[in-house]
């Protein structure tokens, strides 16, 4: 079984290799610092019985962001503010050796979660992300994120699509 953990000093952030250098030098040089002051929350996926340095199967993100719903689709916009509080799911990635089973899906359900987590406590709009191609795109479209129409590259998942989702995994 794997399990869900806060960054910290007993994961082997050296040894992620997800063959996105950007995303590799993120979780060793930038997360924890993000995460200590308090700016992004950093969570890693782990087998639950490995010993430290626990290696990471793969991790993701979460900040607070504000955004400006004329930028969302009209449909989701409309009945906004113009300036709306959200999440941004800022950086998700597997390990290379583990890419193809199943575990960014896992990831990114894991994500929406937490984010409902969030929203139980301060108001959330939705969570927003970045893809880092239009094929990366697609894989989050499968969670029912939607491209912002001047922005094909950054998508949108509304709280209510995210709760539901949620609430669908049997997730408390
Ligand atoms: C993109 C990434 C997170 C996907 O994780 P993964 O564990 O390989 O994906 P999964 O095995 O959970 O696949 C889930 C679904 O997404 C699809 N998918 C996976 N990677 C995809 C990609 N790059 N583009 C489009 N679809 C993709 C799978 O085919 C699968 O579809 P299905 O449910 O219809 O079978 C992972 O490959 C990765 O870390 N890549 C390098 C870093 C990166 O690109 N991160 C995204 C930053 S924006």
């Known amino acids: 079984m794997n399990q869900l953990e806060t960054l ?3 994961h082997d952030r050296e040894g992620f290799d997800c063959g ?3 995303l590799n030098n993120y979780l060793r040089q930038v997360a924890r610092q993000h995460a200590q002051r308090g ?5 890693v996926l782990v087998e639950d019985d ?16 504000e955004a400006e719903s004329e930028e969302l689709p009209a449909s989701l916009g409309r009945k906004l503010p113009r300036k709306i ?6 950086r998700l990635a597997v390990h290379r050796e583990h ?19 969030g929203a139980a406590l301060v108001g959330v709009a939705g ?4 893809a880092k191609d239009a094929s990366v795109a697609q ?9 912002l129409p001047d922005q094909p590259l950054t998508l949108f998942l509304p709280v209510q699509t995210l709760l539901q989702t949620v609430a669908a995994m049997g997730f408390e």
């Open 127 to 130: 969570l927003f992300v970045d």
């Open 20 to 22: 996105v250098e950007a």
């Open 8 to 10: 910290g000093a007993e």
């Open 139 to 147: 894989f989050y479209e499968k969670f029912g994120f939607v491209a």
């Open 99 to 117: 890419q193809g089973q199943g575990i960014g899906k896992d990831l990114v359900l894991l994500a929406l979660k937490k984010t409902a987590e």
């Open 85 to 90: 509080p959200a999440v941004r799911l800022g």
């Open 50 to 65: 490995s010993p430290a340095p626990k290696p990471v199967l793969g991790f993701f993100s979460l900040a607070a962001c």
């Open 39 to 43: 700016i992004s929350r950093v969570f």
